[in-house]
């Protein structure tokens, strides 16, 4: 039996490999023309340090204790050149892809569904040419290309690894490039393309209760990160708490409501920032986060949203006193002018 082990680069980019049962990672990397870093495959020299996110493996015991310490496989790091995974794994590579001779791998599709859900919000979906050639972990983005132009814009997906089609949400920026195409121009068969998946905001193995904030549009990888989590299961609370600008920015509420049906530790709630909102429940998100979801600390936060709101809530945090067990979080910043 082979696992599927998913290599993320210093520079976001994220690339899998298949790895045979009692094989070793750095042979399966290489076998796939994936130049991991190293040098003497030994287990002496240490060029081939990373750290295992997620997921079981063996690492033997034919390398060097000064090479790799106990108190560093206690916090996860190891030789790819004697790692054997017992499962699927998520490593961090401590270097860019392209130090591993990594061409940015580029996929295709057609636009197959395209909604503007609201003033501010358009839902839109990608029938991938090739959907067997894409896997990404749940919460990670792409950087799509707007068509007609050499110009892309980081997305991340909303849909669950593994389908035929993937899904984005994505605020309309007034003005903007890609909500410009996708509002005036795009239409159902439309030739798209992006780059990826990259990005180290995804999620990992649930251990304890779980806390998910999201501001607007950063719903998307966190619904990506449900979807999963309600197909596999899990007897650890997760919280959701949505927070919006505007009546108008509410969207996805029947997926959410669907999730929660379906996984009976899930709970939310969401929150309208507008004073004037008819909703009940008005203010942030840091508003309704309390110290039960907190658990004293003993939590995993996962935070997506605009710049300011991820600072708010970091800020919040600090002043509490409360340093979560973990805590990852994705900023939707503006895209840089990236070229095609
Ligand atoms: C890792 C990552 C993942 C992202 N995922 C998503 C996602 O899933 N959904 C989503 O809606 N957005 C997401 N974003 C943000 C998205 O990439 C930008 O909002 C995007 O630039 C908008 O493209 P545009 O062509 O419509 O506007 P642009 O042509 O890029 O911008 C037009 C003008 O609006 C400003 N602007 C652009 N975006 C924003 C913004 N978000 N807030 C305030 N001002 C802005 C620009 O500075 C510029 O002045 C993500 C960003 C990052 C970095
Ligand atoms: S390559 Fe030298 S320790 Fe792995």
Not at 316 to 322: E, I, N, P, S, Y
Request: charged letters at 20%; proline letters at 6%; a negative charge.
């Amino acid at each position: 039996m082979g696992y599927r082990i998913a290599l993320n680069f210093e520079d976001g980019a994220t690339r899998f490999i298949d790895c045979n049962a009692g094989e070793k990672v750095l042979d399966a990397a290489y076998r796939q023309q994936v130049n991991l870093p190293m040098d003497c495959s030994d287990g002496v020299c240490g060029t081939c340090k990373c750290r295992c996110e997620q997921g079981k493996y063996d690492l033997g015991d034919d390398y060097s204790e000064e090479t790799l310490t106990e108190d560093e496989t206690e916090e996860g790091f190891v030789l790819t050149c004697q790692m054997v995974p017992c499962s699927d794994c998520v490593i961090r590579v401590p270097v860019p892809s392209t130090a591993c001779k990594l061409a940015p791998a580029e996929h295709s599709g057609e636009v197959s569904a395209l909604e503007l859900v609201s003033d501010s919000t358009i839902v839109f979906k990608l029938k991938l040419d090739r959907p067997e050639t894409l896997s990404f972990l749940p919460g990670q983005y792409v950087n799509l290309g707007v068509p007609g132009t050499s110009q892309r814009r980081a997305y991340s997906f909303s849909s669950k690894p593994g389908a035929a089609e993937v899904s984005f949400l994505i605020r309309n920026v007034p003005g903007g490039l890609m909500s410009g195409w996708l509002t005036h121009e795009a239409k159902p068969g439309a030739r798209m393309s992006f780059i990826g998946p990259n990005g180290s905001f995804f999620l990992r193995a649930v251990t304890r209760p779980v806390v998910m904030l999201a501001g607007g549009t950063g719903l998307a990888p966190l619904l990506s990160m449900l979807e999963v989590l309600t197909d596999e299961g899990t007897d650890q609370p997760i919280h959701l708490i949505y927070g919006v600008t505007r009546d108008d920015d509410m969207v996805e509420i029947e997926r959410i409501e669907a999730l929660a049906a379906r996984l009976v530790t899930f709970t939310w709630t969401m929150t309208v920032a507008d004073p004037e909102s008819a909703h009940p429940l008005k203010g942030y998100v840091t508003h309704h986060l309390s110290d039960v979801h907190l658990n004293g600390g003993d939590v995993d936060v996962y935070l997506c949203g605009p710049p300011p709101m991820v600072e708010a809530v970091r800020a919040f945090l600090r002043d509490k006193g409360v340093a979560p067990a973990h805590f990852f979080y994705e900023k939707f910043a503006a895209s840089e002018a990236v070229p095609a």
